[in-house]
């Protein structure tokens, strides 16, 4: 049998951030796609490299392994908090943070 993951991504675009989840099987994709205007802050625990990704697939082979997500907690400006868990390395998600933070002048609160 061969299974196919799909895939994670984060786009910046001028005026919103889009994190998406590509599954194989559509029902199981996911898409947030967030206006800067409506982004108060955003906290990033970024725990997932890419050779932490590799190093964690090869070993849930053998032994049982924890999955290793990288999470964002965005606070929109209404009080509402999203929790937004993917598998986008580090690196990808620190430099769309760095262009998000351009684009909007440092009006949104970001910490990592």
């Not at 991504?9 to 409506?38: A, G, M, P």
């Not at 990033?44 to 990704?53: D, M, V």
């Not at 082979?61 to 868990?85: A, F, M």
């Not at 943070?97 to 009006?107: H, V």
């Amino acid at each position: 049998m061969i299974l196919i993951s799909g895939y994670n991504k984060v786009t910046v675009y001028n005026d919103r951030i889009e994190f998406k989840v590509q599954h194989t099987i559509n029902k199981l994709s996911k898409l947030w796609l967030l206006q800067f205007k409506e982004i108060q802050s955003i906290d990033a625990n970024l725990q997932l490299t890419k050779r932490g990704f590799l190093l964690s697939e090869i070993l849930s082979d053998y032994l049982p392994v924890s999955p290793i997500w990288n999470t964002l907690t965005i606070t929109l400006k209404n009080g509402e908090k999203k929790v937004i868990n993917t598998k986008v390395y580090k690196k990808d998600i620190i430099r769309a943070l760095e262009i998000l933070k351009k684009l909007t002048k440092g009006d949104i609160i970001i910490s990592n």
